[in-house]
Structure formats: structure tokens, C-alpha cells
């Protein structure tokens, strides 16, 4: 798909998706009325962007249920919704990114299910509705590596198909992914993206797609 330039230029058109920029008015008042994140929930984090262009190729059923974990403000959901007509849960341990979240669904006309929550404490009946576990930018503390590794091999264990992950290539995610390699049959793609910017990101991925 074509990116078109977006004449607000508060706003990215990305694959037909309006992404709101820091610039954003309605972000600026957010982050005004914040005292501000704790786990770095407060941009959209381009690994999101290479997953959308990913997710371009993908064939999921409409309706899958998707869960986005350490969503932030949400975009890779905001796409699958819109384009895949997936019924999208973002959950996040932050709740000062709900609003970011809110408010990038309403820009672009979608709804989508917030859940305030940590990932450890998702058991296998939580995940068992879920079609598809993506999460971008997740990885990026060496302690994040095991409850990562022990939540997909849950989400496996409870029935979910799909996994996805995209990171920039940081070594708590490369240590996931030697994991993910070893013991539940997964793979890493590399992908990279020429627009809004050049960016190069990798795709661990578990699963038929
Ligand atoms: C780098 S940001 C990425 C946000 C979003 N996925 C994106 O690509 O724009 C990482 C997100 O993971 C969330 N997070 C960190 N630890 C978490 C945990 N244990 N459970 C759920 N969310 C978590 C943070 O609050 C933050 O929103």
C-alpha cells in the first residue's frame, strides 16, 4: 500500500492509518496533564510501523482475537482492527498509556479493548482466547527475557497460534529469540520499511504465519 503524505502534520499517514506524532495538540495536552511514563510507553516505537508493513503479507480470520502486549499507544492493533477487522486487546502494565491509546483508536474510527495489567500475570486461561500474541519493542531488559520466554510458551501451551514480536535487535530480545529457537520451534525475520523513515527491524515469530 501506498503511504500518501498527510497534510496534518501532526499526524503520520501510515498504511492508512493516521499515527499521532508527540507534536499531536491532543498529546501534548496528555503529557501536560502526566507526570509522565515509567516503562517507556510514551511514543509510538517504529518497531510497531515494521510490524504493520509485516502484517501487510498476513492472512488472519476476521474476527481473530489479538492480543498486543506492552501495547503503548496501540498502532499495530489500530491496523489489525481497521484492515483485518481483528477484535484487538492491547494490555499494558502502564496506565498512563491508556489515554495515548484511546485516542490513537478514536483517530482513526476503531475501538479497541485497553486492559491494564502485566503480562506475568496472564495464565493459560487468560490466553486462551487469543488467535494471535504480537507485542513490538517488549524485550528491552535483560529481566524481561525469562517472563517473556515463559508468557509465549503459555500462550502456546493455551492454544494461541500466532506469536509475534518485532524489536530493533536488542540483546534481551536476541536472548529471547535463541529461546524461542531452541524450544518452541521459532524463527526471526528480518524486515525493513522506506517510509515514514528507512528502518530495519526483526520479527521473532512462532507459529504458521
Ligand atoms: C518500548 S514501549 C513499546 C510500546 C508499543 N508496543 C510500541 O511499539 O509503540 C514498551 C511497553 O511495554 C510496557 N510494559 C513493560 N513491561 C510490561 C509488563 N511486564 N507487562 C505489560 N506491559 C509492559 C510498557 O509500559 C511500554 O508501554
Not at 500518501?4 to 501536560?32: F, T
Not at 528502518?199 to 504458521?208: A, F, P, T
Request: aromatic residues 10%; charged residues 20%.
Amino acid at each position: 500500500m501506498l503511504n500518501r503524505p498527510n497534510h496534518n502534520s501532526h499526524l503520520i499517514d501510515y498504511m492508512g492509518i493516521n499515527v499521532l506524532k508527540a507534536s499531536h495538540p491532543q498529546v501534548r495536552k496528555l503529557k501536560r496533564q502526566q507526570q509522565g511514563h515509567s516503562a517507556h510507553g510514551n511514543k509510538v516505537w517504529r518497531s510497531s510501523f515494521v510490524l504493520m508493513d509485516y502484517l501487510s503479507t498476513w492472512e488472519i480470520p476476521p474476527g481473530s482475537k489479538v492480543l498486543d502486549v506492552g501495547c503503548g499507544w496501540g498502532l499495530a492493533g489500530v491496523y489489525l482492527t481497521k484492515h483485518y477487522q481483528a477484535e484487538v486487546t492491547g494490555l499494558d502494565i502502564d496506565d498512563s498509556v491508556e489515554p495515548f491509546f484511546k485516542l490513537q483508536a478514536e483517530i482513526n474510527q476503531c475501538t479497541i479493548k485497553f486492559e491494564q495489567r502485566s503480562f506475568e500475570s496472564l495464565n493459560k486461561h487468560d490466553l486462551a482466547p487469543y488467535h494471535t500474541l504480537m507485542g513490538t519493542d517488549i524485550c528491552f531488559w535483560d529481566e524481561l527475557t525469562t517472563p517473556l520466554f515463559n508468557l509465549l510458551r503459555r500462550a502456546l501451551d493455551a492454544g494461541c497460534q500466532n506469536i509475534l514480536i518485532a524489536d530493533p535487535g536488542r540483546p534481551p530480545f536476541w536472548a529471547l529469540a535463541d529461546l524461542c529457537v531452541a524450544k518452541l520451534d521459532g524463527e526471526v525475520v528480518s524486515r525493513t520499511i522506506q517510509q515514514p523513515w528507512k528502518s530495519e527491524k526483526y520479527i521473532l515469530r512462532i507459529g504458521d504465519q
